[in-house]
């Protein structure tokens, strides 16, 4: 016997019917861009320049470190998913000569002694996401330009 109750399966789903196909098709692949601009001050301090400490150093600074682990919460990425992703982000902009993408052990460590904070509100518009040396900044279409 079922323990549905007749009064939650009569409720029937709306039905849309699209008129527009062509406005249709472009809000869907609109959902998949992405637009990443990153600062020359996160490319030159993608790697760690601290002060040496006990044991082994730091490949990476905590700024990379920070930045994938931003991005990994935005599209709720798994460890081994976020390398593979930032690692072909850094192909496409032809950094994969100068860079390295931190493993994702090395993320796994080190997330435990960051402390990522994302405090994004899901637009209908575009997302522009903006890494600079203070970090990554997600906005949406229209605060960006207002910044500028």
Known sequence: MSNVSKASSSVKKT???VKNWAAYNRS???RGSLTLWLDEAVLSSWYHA????????YTYSDQAIEM???IRSLLNLPL????????????????????VMPNYTTLSRR?????VVVAVQRTKG?????????GLKVD????????K
């Open 28 to 30: 869907l692949s609109a």
């Open 111 to 115: 997330q435990g002694r960051l402390a």
């Open 50 to 57: 601290g002060a040496m400490q006990r044991g082994a150093q």
């Open 126 to 134: 575009p997302m522009h996401w903006v890494v600079d040396s203070t």
């Open 68 to 70: 994938a682990l931003t």
């Open 140 to 147: 949406g279409e229209g605060e960006l330009k207002v910044r």
């Open 80 to 99: 081994r998913q976020t390398q593979g992703f930032i690692q072909s982000v850094l192909v496409l902009m032809g950094l994969d000569d100068l860079l």
């Open 15 to 17: 039905i849309y019917r």
